[in-house]
């Protein structure tokens, strides 16, 4: 009972200091009762219509409905809640704040006193719980339940990702490995190489048929292995055996090069395999990079556009809320535009991906300060 007092005069004294009002609990309530509103909507329609499209799957490879309701779409709806809610933010937004306008209640609070800027409070307020919300579920749960979902679709569908070919990989300053062919559902490794080099000069190459990793005792196993030394006075030294064992600066998921593999990884794991894999030389570096800025960037998105759809949907219009769910339609199919193009350019076009991730809300920020202006206060 103690910590339930603290945390109301906690809250008694935000209020004062603040000057909250009775207008800015509505305000908030309104604005995230109507995002809850519509992201259970829209997730309710998204379940419907997957369930229509997989019940059949589910039904031929006999999974257990208890299965599919927790090891599959308990899993399936948080990457949509957090890939639909910055958006989604928006539309209930103009929605709820063009009803208002349209009933005179916006006229109302600004005849009672309160300003244009104070009346943003609540909104901004409402604006960084969802950032809050938004921020956990992108880097803490979402990796989770992304790792659960392909667990789950290993298990029942015996779905097999592509193998990774040709991997070349930078082990050390002076090493590399290179593998012909990497079987992630199998956790081996084809036509195994790696080469040790010193002043320029070739000093050890390691060869195998196979390779596989000990996940308990952190070690690679190399199966059929050939190994040339080259001592300091130049003399090569080979030796062959069916196994051998050794630890490389790599594990299994630095070889299995995929984009979706980012999306498994909390913020603090994804932040360490991106420093790997820089030093590593990855293709695919830019797409870890983008990955992580993502998750930065899309929260901080949800303030920004909760700014700017409060500048469109509060002036009353005689053509009724329509035209501003339609402008704001519009914005969002811009705003989602300029998200694809800048991550191409990133990935393939030579722009930074900090730049390419944040590039629309840069865009966005310049365009609702310019709204926010000439808003009539």
């Known amino acids: 009972m103690n910590v339930i007092n603290h945390i109301k005069d906690f809250n008694e004294w935000i209020r004062e200091k603040i000057g909250w009002k009775i207008i800015d609990s509505y305000l908030l309530r309104k604005m995230l009762g109507t995002v809850v509103f519509a992201i259970t909507l829209l997730m309710t329609v998204v ?4 369930m229509s499209e997989n019940i059949q799957r589910f039904l031929s490879h006999n ?5 599919v309701f927790t090891g599959y779409y308990l899993n399936f709806i948080p990457y949509f809640i957090n890939l639909f809610i910055p958006l989604f ?3 209930s937004v103009i929605w709820f704040t063009s009803k208002l306008s349209s009933r005179n209640e916006i ?3 600004f005849d009672s006193g309160i300003s244009f800027t104070r009346m943003l409070v609540p909104y901004i307020t409402g604006a960084l719980i969802i950032m809050g919300l938004s921020l956990v579920l992108a880097n803490f749960i979402v ?3 992304n790792r659960k979902l392909n667990d789950f679709k290993y298990q029942y569908f015996g779905r097999r990702t ?4 040709y991997l070349h990989i930078k082990n050390s300053k002076n090493s590399y490995i290179f593998v012909e062919r990497w079987d992630k559902m199998e956790g081996v490794g084809y036509n195994f190489t790696y080469e040790e080099f010193e002043g320029g000069a070739m000093r050890q190459k390691l060869s195998a048929q196979t390779i596989d990793y000990d ?3 952190k070690i690679w196993r190399l199966h059929r292995y050939t190994r040339r030394v080259i001592t300091p006075e130049d003399e090569e030294k080979i030796f062959r055996g069916d196994e051998f064992d050794t630890t490389f600066n790599i594990t299994p998921l630095n070889l299995y090069q995929d984009i979706s593999v980012s999306e498994t990884m909390t913020y603090r794991e994804l932040r360490q395999f991106i420093k790997e894999e820089r030093l590593r030389g990855s293709s695919l570096l830019a797409n870890y990079q983008i990955e992580r800025h993502k998750r930065l960037a899309n929260p901080v998105g949800i303030l920004i556009m909760t700014l700017l759809a409060v500048s469109v949907s509060c002036r009353k219009t005689t053509r009724g809320v329509g035209v501003h769910v339609f402008f704001g339609i519009g914005l969002v199919f811009t705003f989602v535009f300029l998200q694809q193009i800048s991550t191409v350019f990133s990935v393939s076009g030579g722009l930074p991906p900090v730049l390419g991730t944040w590039f629309p809300n840069i865009i966005f920020a310049i365009i609702t300060a310019i709204m926010l202006y000439i808003t009539p206060k």
């Open 89 to 91: 933010t928006f539309i």
């Open 143 to 145: 990796p989770n339940t």
């Open 107 to 109: 006229t109302s609070i």
């Open 47 to 50: 379940v419907v219509f997957d």
């Open 215 to 217: 996940e308990e005792n």
């Open 162 to 165: 592509a193998s990774t070919t």
């Open 63 to 67: 999974v257990p409905w208890k299965e």
